[in-house]
Antibody, heavy 118, light 112 residues
């Protein structure tokens, strides 16, 4: 059974760095074809795909966030990470991680709510 | 970025009726491997999105056969045969052809 769980700070102030952790089980990020993606959703709005990291450490970032994103992984501990620098109120959202393959995001975490407020 | 445009449903929908949700992409999602990289998700109220259909027409594991996907390179349809209470939520199409992956704005299904 594949499970993922996101964790984060909950609340942070503008200009700070948001650090998110995705802890997963049921698959390995060292297995060919496996990846983890980060997706966010402001309250009551749609989904925005932020970044992917693959089994071979290939990484993709959404250019709309203009170099503010860093994705990484710790294969031995079954974790993936996302950092977003210089946050502002527009980054307030629920952040999801998902297992991804060429078949899409077939397993998602429950989401971590993040509020940016002064 | 590839733009995904979804159609609306004539909500609320009577239980047992069949409905179709449309999605259009600004670029063909047909890849050279013969697969069309279009996925459908359902987000039930208060829950995370759940994968329903991948590669335009392949049902994900455990998904009811009441859900079916079809289309061409740029025009896609998700059909739900016999809507049930558990189908209520927002449906999203998503292209997985090139990064950044992009979603449609979502189509809400409400039951009468």
């Amino acid at each position: 059974q594949v499970t993922l769980k996101e964790s984060g700070p909950g609340i942070l102030q503008p200009s700070q760095t948001l650090s998110l952790t995705c802890t997963f089980s049921g698959f390995s990020l060292s297995t060919y074809g496996m990846g983890v993606g980060w997706i966010r959703q402001p309250s009551g709005k749609g989904l925005e795909w932020l970044a992917n990291i693959w089994w071979d450490d290939d990484k993709y970032y959404n250019p709309s966030l203009k170099n503010r994103l860093t994705i990484s992984k710790d294969t031995s501990n079954n974790q993936a990470f996302l950092k977003i620098t210089n946050v502002d109120t527009a980054d307030t959202a629920t952040y999801y991680c998902a297992r991804i393959t060429t078949e899409g995001g077939d397993a998602w975490g429950q989401g971590a709510s993040v509020t940016v407020s002064s | 970025d590839i733009v995904m445009t979804q159609g609306a449903l004539p909500n609320p929908v009577p239980s047992g009726e069949s409905v179709s949700i449309t999605c259009r992409s600004s670029k063909s999602l047909l890849y050279s491997d013969g697969k069309t990289y279009l996925n459908w998700y359902l987000q039930r109220p208060g829950q995370s999105p759940q994968l329903l259909i991948y590669w335009m027409s392949t049902r994900a594991s455990g998904v009811s056969d009441r859900f079916s996907g079809s289309g061409s390179g740029t025009d896609f349809t998700l059909k739900i045969s016999g809507v049930e209470a558990e189908d209520v939520g927002v449906y999203y199409c998503q292209q997985g052809l090139e990064f950044p992956y992009t979603f449609g704005a979502g189509t809400k299904l409400e039951l009468k």
